[in-house]
């Protein structure tokens, strides 16, 4: 079909990014807003059908989401970063993080850079939040808002607001946010909510300082 060939090319372009990007040297100059040095890097690819049937791997640096829709990437706390389910068309993905702020850190250990990649056009949105024990939903009131617009695709520093969220959890009838951070132990289940309208695919890099 079209659609897979499509994709068939995003894909490659990804893997083709990615290769790249491993084979630079901690000296090198990117030139498109990233930092030059180690990185891992990591794909979130838009597809317009569910992945239904066949055999999904999760290795490798990619997540599926749906080229348009909502998907709650579920964060786990782990010694590296890694994907543990790529296939978010289903509307749930899960992956592996470091922990940011490891005991009493106040800075993050490591810087998050994001860029929008693929056809002209396409937007996206992501939201840091968590899950209660009492099962309710809290979001960021901040996000990460990308459009990939003609020309030059260049990363944006968004570690803030993918590794707090800030958000108002209290039911005291006072506008008062609080910032909480990524694995914070006051709090559960967190996820990054992925809202894409039409972004064939989001990369985000990862720096540690």
């Avoid at 599926?64 to 579920?74: R, S």
Wanted: proline share 4%; net charge neutral; hydrophobic share 40%.
């Amino acid at each position: 079909m079209k659609w897979i060939g499509k994709i068939t090319a995003v894909v490659a372009l990804a893997m083709a990014v990615a290769l790249v990007a491993c084979m630079l040297p901690a000296s090198a100059a990117t030139g498109n807003g990233a930092p030059s040095g180690t990185h891992y890097n990591l794909n979130i690819i838009g597809v317009p059908k569910e992945k239904t049937g066949g055999t999904w791997t999760n290795d490798g640096h990619r997540i599926f989401v749906p080229l348009n829709g909502k998907t709650n990437i579920w964060l786990q706390a782990g010694d590296a970063f890694n994907v543990l389910d790529a296939d978010g068309t289903d509307g749930s993905a899960r992956l592996q993080l470091l922990d940011p702020y490891p005991g009493t850190a106040t800075t993050s250990t490591y810087r998050i850079y994001v860029r929008a990649l693929g056809k002209p056009g396409g937007s996206m949105k992501m939201t840091s939040g968590f899950v209660d024990e009492y099962g309710n939903y809290w979001y960021s009131l901040e996000n990460v808002t990308l459009t990939r617009n003609k020309g030059k695709p260049v990363f944006s520093d968004k570690t803030l607001e993918l590794t707090t969220i800030y958000a108002d959890i209290t039911d005291d009838g006072i506008d008062n946010p609080v910032r909480y951070n990524l694995f914070d132990n006051a709090l559960y289940n967190y996820f990054w909510n992925y809202d894409n309208s039409g972004l064939k695919l989001l990369q985000l890099r990862f720096y540690m300082v």
